[in-house]
């Protein structure tokens, strides 16, 4: 059983551009959660997806920002008009029930 | 929203000697309290959790205990070993939605 998938693995934008991040959870796992990481900060939760539904987006700035669980393909974080601000490694967990939750390898995302 | 902070910040060991973590939270309404563990530019990975309804579980060398009514709870490794090494988080969610809140981590070194 593959683990959480991530691609790609580093992203450079420059600023003004768009930023897609995709996700592919274990089989199986249809409960997905997007977390930010700042350097030398702790994961900070952005949004929680299940099949096609946003639960949950509190922790997503509501500009620029919006995610995606299709019925089929992976989970997407879409960024647009990247600002320096958003230079960080974005992590996805997904979960089968939602409590133990798997992480990807994360998207460190550069805006230059 | 709920709060999880995570003390020391940075924590040095002798190999062989115990490690100890803990955690505060604010939201008496959380009942779900995983720790992950992140090597340098990895995932984090889940190595335990514990639900509110035990106040202690232990896996091999690492424990976790829980005190609900002072909303604390504690990592702790024994016989550490260098391989111990890399930034370990607390988080803490409700089993409605399982929105981790994580703290800001631990970095914890064992010397040989």
């Known amino acids: 059983n593959a683990g959480v998938m991530q691609n790609p693995r580093h992203l450079v934008r420059r600023r003004g551009q768009e930023a897609r991040l995709r996700c592919s959870p274990m089989?199986?796992?249809?409960?997905v959660y997007w977390y930010r990481q700042l350097p030398e900060e702790g994961l900070k939760f952005m949004v929680y997806?299940?099949?096609?539904?946003?639960?949950?987006e509190s922790g997503m700035p509501k500009e620029r920002f919006s995610a995606e669980f299709p019925k089929e393909g992976p989970s997407i974080l879409r960024i647009q008009q990247v600002v320096r601000g958003d230079s960080a490694a974005y992590f996805c967990?997904?979960?089968?029930?939602?409590?133990?939750?798997?992480f990807g390898p994360g998207t460190r995302l550069t805006v230059t | 929203g709920e709060n999880v902070e995570q003390h020391p910040s940075t924590l040095s060991v002798q190999e062989g000697d115990s490690a100890v973590i803990k955690c505060t939270y604010s939201?008496?309404?959380?009942?779900?309290f995983p720790w992950y563990k992140q090597e340098l530019g990895k995932r984090p990975q889940l190595i335990i959790d514990?639900?509110?309804?035990?106040g202690e579980k232990k896996d091999q060398r690492i424990a976790v205990t829980l005190n609900k009514t002072a909303k604390h709870f504690s990592l702790h490794i024994t016989e550490t070993q260098p391989e111990d090494s890399a930034v370990y988080f607390c988080?803490?969610?409700?089993?409605?939605?399982?929105?981790?809140?994580f703290g800001a981590g631990t970095t914890v070194t064992v010397r040989a």
């Open positions: 967990a997904s979960s089968p029930q939602g409590d133990e939750q798997y």
């Open positions: 089989k199986g796992h249809s409960h």
């Open positions: 997806l299940q099949k096609e539904n946003i639960i949950d």
């Open positions: 939201d008496s309404a959380s009942n779900y």
């Open positions: 514990i639900r509110s309804n035990v």
């Open positions: 988080a803490a969610a409700r089993s409605n939605d399982y929105k981790l809140s």
